[in-house]
């Protein structure tokens, strides 16, 4: 069995004060709700988790019986920090999964095949991340604003979601996370703290995340045209 859990309970303060970006309106729906559609048609997927803010509960049970959506659901409260939120969300999935693939609820354009390639790493490995090339020149910034070093870009990745796992192995690392007491940016930073190596599955297509204005037109023009 194969669980997705949707971590949807932040709020985005890089769109601008009193605005939740999960909830505004990009080709014609909600940046969530397209998010939560394409894990809802993905054959790969049995079940959904939506981690929400406490407190939004009714409008995202609204958003998913206006979304038409089928597969399995459960809202769950999020907590103080993202990783708080995951590790809700991957305490509610169902007895018996075995494969939890932990997606931002403001990346709509995920593809069901990097959704199904996801998985399919983290069964062969343990767990898996959907990452990109670099494809700009990357340079190390000195404290006095000039350029400190030249760094190669061609061993370094952009990592996105989803993010898979064995569920064993995704319960280990946020636990050791949690006993060690430390902040994690994402959850293949966890595994690193139990020696757990972490496949990269490249993202094809545009995979790109809801965090400023700016960002939308683009999300936009890829939901309309099909390019995602």
């Known amino acids: 069995m194969v669980a997705a ?5 932040g709020r985005g303060t890089r769109m601008g004060p009193n605005v939740d970006k999960l909830f ?3 080709a014609g729906r909600p940046i969530v709700a397209h998010t939560w559609e394409r894990f809802d048609r993905s054959p790969t997927i049995d079940e959904i988790i939506v981690v929400v803010r406490d407190g939004m509960q009714s409008a995202f049970a609204e958003m998913a019986e206006k979304g038409d959506f089928h ?8 907590g103080k920090e993202r990783q708080d939120s995951v ?5 509610a999935t169902a007895a018996g999964t075995e494969i939890i693939a ?11 095949a990097i959704i199904a390639d996801c998985v399919r790493a983290a069964r062969e490995h343990g767990a898996a991340v959907a990452a990109s090339e670099v494809i700009d020149t990357i340079k190390e910034a000195a404290s006095d604003g000039t350029i400190a070093c030249h760094i190669d870009r061609a061993k370094l ?3 996105q979601t989803p993010q898979t ?3 064993g192995i995704i319960r280990r690392a946020l636990a050791e996370v949690q006993a060690r007491g430390i902040a994690v940016t994402d959850d293949t930073a966890a595994c690193e ?7 990269l599955v490249e993202s094809a297509t545009p995979n790109p995340k809801a965090t400023s204005p700016s960002d939308l037109p683009w999300l936009e023009m890829l939901l309309r045209d099909g390019a995602a």
Do not use: M, T, Y
């Open 165 to 167: 796992f064995r569920a």
């Open 87 to 91: 590790w809700n969300g991957i305490q």
């Open 102 to 112: 932990i997606h931002d609820g403001a990346r709509p354009c995920v593809s069901e």
């Open 24 to 26: 505004l309106e990009v």
């Open 71 to 78: 597969k399995p659901h459960r809202l769950v409260a999020g």
């Open 193 to 199: 703290l139990i020696g757990q190596s972490v496949r």
């Open 157 to 159: 990745r952009a990592v």
């Open 5 to 9: 859990v949707i971590v949807a309970a």
